[in-house]
């Protein structure tokens, strides 16, 4: 039985990360091979159990925060790490007692003020020390990279075995950073494609067709883009969204990834434009994946900002709709021939509402071309992790 320490953020905040370690994890269990998974997070040692205590609190934007240099921040994640020597020893420990490291998926190759590029660094580093093989599974990539991130991940890279990444973009990105990763880089999907195999569908009959909107703290793109959304006029176009759906006939739900930042701003202000209609009601704050999972398996159609919150619902059969923020949602979509259930914040409420509707008319045999090749990329991964781990 080969040991695998699977990397990856499975404690974040956002359960979308968790979804991700599930399905690599189920990902292994179906495999011809036989595999003893220990997943770990980089950034804080072995997976933990999920919480139970729900977590509301918008995140901080005010100027002061915002005018902390780069440099400042980077040095700051560097120390946190050198000075957290239970992780240093628990990397160790870890390592040891497997045979292959695999880092992944999720959003892993990006210069968060260093964080991830730190942390993947110190993993491989170890590994390397160890004389532990890396593979690198399903993450995406993406830049700018600072120079000490760059030549931390590009170390990682180098030493690795092998490198899939979940979409072309993230793979044309690497290659302009080094074009001789060329040989051991692939690109598939991303593995939340497997939900439907591990949760299962819903036969529910509904009196009303049900609309989940899955919203994010608007906050969080200046996080990973150069767009920019106020929380104000984010929670007005949420709301008159709503509204319009209401008037159309449709049950509207709405649920969030678990993020604190995120069920803050629901919780203060998207309740406070809705709390009138009384045709719309809110999920649960998750605090688990299953709870996540749940919240959008009930509905009939998702309308969302996550990655991780459109990749289940796609899985499972659902009508999904992505708000294009971030270029891993577009580019990802685009693969899975869904660019035009893509929608804009930029446009009005109104203008999305005619693009939705439009969509739901698709027929069934494109509905039937877009599941075999979601099987497709399911059956790439799978193949990956037969023949390659």
Known sequence: MK??????????????????AESINYIFSTSHNSYEIQNFDLTNGLMRKEQKL????????????????????????????????????????????????????????IDNYLNFPTAIDNIVKEAKIQGIPVIFAFVGAK?????????????????????????????????????????????????ALFVKEIIGV??????????????????????????????????LWWSELAKNLVSKGYQVSIFTNGAATDNGFVEYFIKKELKDVQEVDYCEYPTTHVMLLNSIKKQDIIIAQRLHACLPAISLGKITFGLAWDRKLENILKELDLADFLIDFNDSP????????????????????????????KREMLAFVNQKI
């Open 3 to 20: 040991r695998i320490l699977l990397c990856g953020v499975p404690n974040s905040g956002n359960l979308g990360d968790r979804v991700i």
């Open 54 to 109: 729900v977590k509301i609190g918008l995140a901080s934007s005010n100027f002061t925060k915002r005018m902390i240099p780069n440099s400042l921040r980077r040095r700051k994640v560097i120390n946190v790490y050198k000075k957290n020597s239970s992780l240093t020893i628990s990397i160790k420990k870890h390592i040891s007692e497997t045979d292959v490291v695999v880092i992944g998926g999720g959003h892993l190759l």
């Open 143 to 191: 830049g700018p990279w600072s120079k000490t991130a760059k030549e931390l991940l590009t170390s990682a890279l180098e030493y690795a075995t092998y490198i899939v990444v979940r979409d072309r973009d993230s793979k044309e990105f690497l290659l302009s950073i080094n074009k001789n990763l060329n040989e051991k880089l692939v690109a598939i999907s991303d593995p």
């Open 202 to 235: 819903s036969s529910e009959e509904k009196v009303k067709t049900n609309i989940g909107l899955g919203i994010m703290d608007p906050n969080e793109i200046r996080r990973h883009s150069n767009l920019r959304w106020s929380r104000r006029k984010s929670a």
């Open 350 to 377: 109104t203008l999305n509402m005619n693009k939705i509707e439009l969509q739901l008319a698709v027929k069934d045999s494109d509905k039937l071309k877009n599941e075999n090749l979601i099987n497709a990329k």
